[in-house]
């Protein structure tokens, strides 16, 4: 199954690149240089994972995953960055990022981390499904 | 070693580390742009052992694109040893353009975060002082600091060095916004430890949008 994902960093050679490598990989690549515009897309589309850099202008990227994460708990983030510090990753997953990759990133490790993702966010969104359907079916007494 | 001079050291270790912690991380976005198109000539010559041609136009966009990188981050890496040198002589004579520019290109990736463009005004002759270089660009760097949460609406800060009879002065401009923010923080103790190790007064004007720094000619040794 194709995965699909939306590549947030304000550095465009980057994504461009690394989307074009994804593709050639089979997957459905979307990237954005802006994070304004990140939020847009990640509310429109179903991504099954969203790698956003840490380090951007306009909106910082934790914040971007707290609003992500509050708007869409399913959302699987992988944060890309190339100033890891143990701290900022521990706030990161405790804002619920999925993962954390540190640039040079390793194409092969971030696929699998990307296919995990798609797993992780397959799972929610059937259980999210099933609650839903529980909640009609108590809803209408049946 | 007194109080003021375990602020000034704790500060300028602050300071350094921030600038290298940014500047490492812009060359590690070299190096990542560099890596992916290295990877994406992989795949090219995987591509070709199954017998698709290799286009060499893709081929010269990809030498180029490392070429770009490779002097941004030879750039980066001539600005951090500038950086690490402002260190050697306690005391020495500074072209203030020359100060105002490199604190900008020092903090140019942390203003960009900020969405703040740093704007240096040269003056028609150059203005020159005797003093401690590394504390004068950590003392510009803690005013740009403040300076940016204050900045208009366009969101620049200017800066500017003036000769005055008694040394120099540098301004920090169109920071229409002080007024709303509090100034009484400002300057804290980590400015006032390098204004007295400087020699050098600070004066908020708001009326004027600006942060002005008076320099002495001479700081002496």
């Known amino acids: 199954m194709t995965e699909k994902v939306l590549l947030v960093d304000d550095e465009e050679d980057f994504i461009e690149t690394l989307g074009e490598r994804m593709r050639a990989r ?12 990140a939020l847009k897309k990640a509310q429109e589309g179903s991504f099954d994972a969203i ?3 840490l380090m951007m202008p306009e909106m910082d990227g934790l914040e971007v995953l707290k609003i992500l994460k509050e708007k869409r708990p399913e959302l699987q983030i992988i944060l890309l960055t190339g100033q890891a510090t143990l701290e900022k990753g521990i706030e990161a997953m405790k804002l619920g990022a999925m993962d954390f990759v540190e640039k040079p990133a390793n194409l092969d490790a971030l696929t699998e981390k990307i296919r995990n993702a798609q797993a992780k966010k397959m799972i929610l969104v059937e259980k999210q499904t099933e609650e839903k359907i529980k909640e009609i079916i108590q809803g209408k007494g049946w | 070693m007194s109080c003021r001079c375990d602020m000034i050291g704790e500060t300028g270790l602050q300071f350094y580390g921030k600038m290298t912690g940014s500047m490492s991380h812009e060359i590690k976005n070299a190096l990542a742009i560099i890596n992916e198109n290295a990877g994406l000539l992989e795949d090219f010559t995987l591509m070709a052992d199954r017998g698709m041609p290799i286009d060499a136009g893709r081929l010269k966009t990809l030498a180029e694109k ?3 990188q490779v002097q941004r981050a030879d750039g980066i890496v001539k600005t951090m040893n500038r950086f690490a040198h402002s260190i050697d002589e306690s ?7 020359e ?17 703040v463009t740093l704007e ?14 590394f504390f004068l660009e950590n003392l510009v760097w803690l005013c740009l600091d403040f300076a940016m ?15 005055t009879e008694n040394g120099a002065r540098l301004k ?20 006032t430890a390098l204004l007295d190790a400087l020699r050098a007064e600070l004066a908020i004007d708001e009326r004027a949008a600006e942060i002005v720094l008076m320099l002495p000619r001479d700081i002496g040794q």
Do not use: C, H, W, Y
């Open chain 2, 99 to 115: 100060t105002l520019k490199f604190v900008a290109t020092l903090s140019g990736r942390l203003a960009s975060v900020r969405g």
């Open chain 2, 149 to 163: 949460d204050a900045t208009g609406g366009g969101k620049t800060v200017g800066l500017k060095a003036e000769q």
């Open chain 1, 26 to 37: 089979g997957m459905d690549v979307s990237t954005t240089t802006s994070t304004k515009d």
């Open chain 2, 91 to 97: 005391v020495k004579n500074v072209e203030l353009d």
């Open chain 1, 51 to 53: 790698v956003l850099d």
């Open chain 2, 66 to 68: 490392v070429i770009k």
């Open chain 2, 172 to 191: 920090l401009t169109q920071l229409q916004g002080l007024s709303e923010r509090t100034t009484s923080a400002f300057p804290g103790e980590r400015e």
């Open chain 2, 120 to 133: 240096v005004e040269s003056g028609a002759s150059p203005v020159t002082v005797a003093t401690r270089s």
